[in-house]
């Protein structure tokens, strides 16, 4: 019986990566990571490629989501946060900023020839998909 195999977690860093796999490894959950070798090699390109992908056994999901939650909330109590950007719906610092608008510096260069950009300050969380602008982060 073949299993579906799913993405349960993104990773910018290669070494954040590895912990996670390691803590679900040492529970008996079997994963693998998936663009790992491109991130390490070329780490600056970590946010184009989506990052080092974390997969597991579909069945294995509520037993590693649980893993990786308490590993997040052990990172979070152990160092300051007091200004780094927490999703706002899962309270994971696992977060990707936009600083300019992809689509307008695209559609700038394609109708003018001249890339222009305009900022959009917008967060994206890499664990739970959650986007918001900078004016949530307050609340």
């Known amino acids: 019986m073949d299993e579906k195999i799913i993405v349960i977690a993104r990773f910018n860093d290669y070494l954040q990566a590895e912990l996670a796999k390691i803590a679900l490894e040492s529970e008996n959950i079997k994963c693998f990571l998936g663009g790992d070798n491109f991130v390490a090699t070329y780490g600056l390109y970590s946010g184009a490629v989506g990052g080092v992908e974390l997969c597991i056994?579909?069945?294995d999901k509520e037993k590693a989501l649980e893993i990786l939650k308490n590993i997040n909330k052990s990172?979070?109590?152990?160092?300051?946060?007091?200004?780094?950007i927490i999703c706002p719906e899962c309270k994971n610092a696992n977060?990707?900023?936009e600083n300019f608008s992809r689509w307008a510096f695209l559609l700038s260069f394609l109708m003018c020839r001249v890339p222009l950009s305009f900022p959009v300050k917008k967060y994206t969380c890499r664990n739970c998909g959650h986007k918001w602008k900078q004016q949530e982060m307050s609340s």
């Open 57 to 59: 056994k579909e069945s």
């Open 75 to 84: 990172e979070i109590a152990a160092e300051d946060k007091s200004y780094d």
């Open 95 to 97: 977060i990707h900023y």
